[in-house]
Nanobody, 114 residues
Framework: VQLQASGGGLVQAGGSLRLSCAASGRIFSINIMSWYRQAPGKQRELVSSITTGGSTNYADSVKGRFTISRDNAKNTVYLQMDSLKPEDTAVYYC?????????WGQGTQVTVSS
């Protein structure tokens, strides 16, 4: 299984970005796709996750600003990020999980300037 993330970039505070992550390979139909982020000097943290059935979960720091969605037919997960803040600056990673298996994408840099 391979995951390809895209959509990062540089944006001013208050702006928006949309991340995408496409999974390919042999993928179990029931899975959870997630976005994590890691800022310099900090641990990687969960930002949001979504199940195949559409149930979602968000970190408190992004609730009301970020929206996760997925296209099961394309094995793709999206993260719409609005009202971005400088503290959202990090490398964002996507993950696909099912059973005991976890697959990570390569990461995409998001930089929010003040």
């Amino acid at each position: 299984v391979q995951l390809q993330a895209s959509g990062g970039g540089l944006v001013q505070a208050g702006g928006s970005l949309r991340l995408s992550c496409a999974a390919s390979g042999r993928i179990f139909s029931i899975n959870i796709m997630s976005w994590y982020r890691q800022a310099p000097g900090k641990q990687r943290e969960l930002v949001s996750s979504i199940t195949t059935g559409g149930s979602t979960n968000y970190a408190d720091s992004v609730k009301g600003r970020f929206t996760i969605s997925r296209d099961n037919a394309k094995n793709t997960v999206y993260l719409q990020m609005d009202s971005l803040k400088p503290e959202d600056t990090a490398v964002y990673y996507c993950k696909l999980a099912y059973g005991l298996y976890n697959y990570w994408g390569q990461g995409t840099q998001v930089t929010v300037s003040s």
